[in-house]
């Protein structure tokens, strides 16, 4: 379990990682990145890793496996979005990927009957573990997509906060054209696409454009290839010169009334308004805004 395995390390566990209910990997745990530049480990990485000015940014890096997410892969995304999470230094990750093809989901040959169910049982774990620590990060995750995202790969782009596409990407979950219907991608995919697009989707395996996801909510913007890098890094930006704390409360809390009713949905809202009011950022916005001055934000 995650807090056994921080325990382990002797580290406090932190309250965003207990939301989730499974076990961070300890594999590869913080191991691959420093809070300036990534430092990887000898031999090829399916991953690489950067960070500056608050902006960490994860590149899937395989193109001639279509950043296939083996579980090589998904161990190491895993570890590079859990590293120093809790880090002042952190307030925003992109995750992006090299090549013409985001990512082409699993690594089907690590799906064969050679394998066997417990390996199988391993990698689906893990991938909903990745999956889940997205939304449970106190930071925000933006996804930049330039090219085709299927199956899991799908999976991971509805998983972020914050998607932006070139308008040459597409999106499928062609999985049950080979008899492996994507019922993980459809828990990420109906949770961000009406059902009908989604179910879709699902059964028929059929992509829809880029135009088509940004319409239906999978997407948050389009924009030509030779912008995508840089509306992205505008929006990693803006949310890097923003009170962390601040941030980091207010993205818990969207997610933890999404799955109330309304009533109590705004009972935890409220409240969190009042701890939000209670923090430092939150009375030196205040008083910056009464005052006529840009804020001085603790981290």
Not at 129 to 140: A, D, F, G, K, R
Request: with cysteine; charged share 20%.
């Amino acid at each position: 379990m995650a807090a056994a395995s921080l325990r382990a390390f002797g580290a406090k566990v932190p309250d965003w990682l207990r939301r989730g209910p499974w076990a961070p990997l300890a594999s590869g745990f913080c191991s691959r990145v420093s809070a300036g530049v990534g430092r990887p480990e000898p031999g090829p990485q399916p991953t690489t890793v950067r960070q500056r000015d608050g902006i960490r940014n994860i590149v899937l890096s395989n193109p001639k496996k279509r950043n296939a997410l083996s579980l090589e892969m998904l161990k190491s995304l895993h570890s590079d979005i859990l590293h120093e999470a809790e880090s002042k230094d952190l307030k925003v990750i992109i995750i992006s990927a090299e090549g013409p093809v985001f990512s082409s989901g699993h690594d089907l040959k690590e799906l064969t009957d050679e394998q066997g169910p417990e390996y199988h049982s391993e990698v689906f774990q893990t991938c909903s573990e990745v999956m889940m620590l997205i939304q449970n990060h106190p930071v925000p995750v933006i996804a930049m997509v330039n090219g085709l995202a299927t199956a899991a790969g799908c999976q991971l782009v509805a998983s972020c906060d914050i998607a932006v596409a070139s308008d040459k990407s597409s999106f499928s979950a062609p999985g049950v054209n080979i008899g492996l219907f994507c019922s993980t991608p459809g828990v990420a995919l109906g949770r961000a696409l009406p059902r009908k697009v989604a179910l879709e989707m699902l059964f028929t395996g059929e992509p829809i454009s880029a135009q088509e996801a940004l319409l239906h909510g999978l997407l948050s913007r389009v924009v030509p290839e030779e912008q995508l890098e840089e509306e992205t890094m505008r929006i990693a930006r803006k949310i890097a010169s923003l009170s962390r704390p601040v941030v980091s409360l207010g993205k818990a809390t969207f997610y933890k009334q999404l799955r109330h009713d309304l009533q109590t949905a705004y009972h935890l809202a409220s409240q969190t308004m009042v701890d939000n009011v209670a923090l430092q950022d939150g009375q030196e916005g205040i008083k910056a805004f009464i005052q006529k001055r840009k804020p001085i934000w603790s981290h």
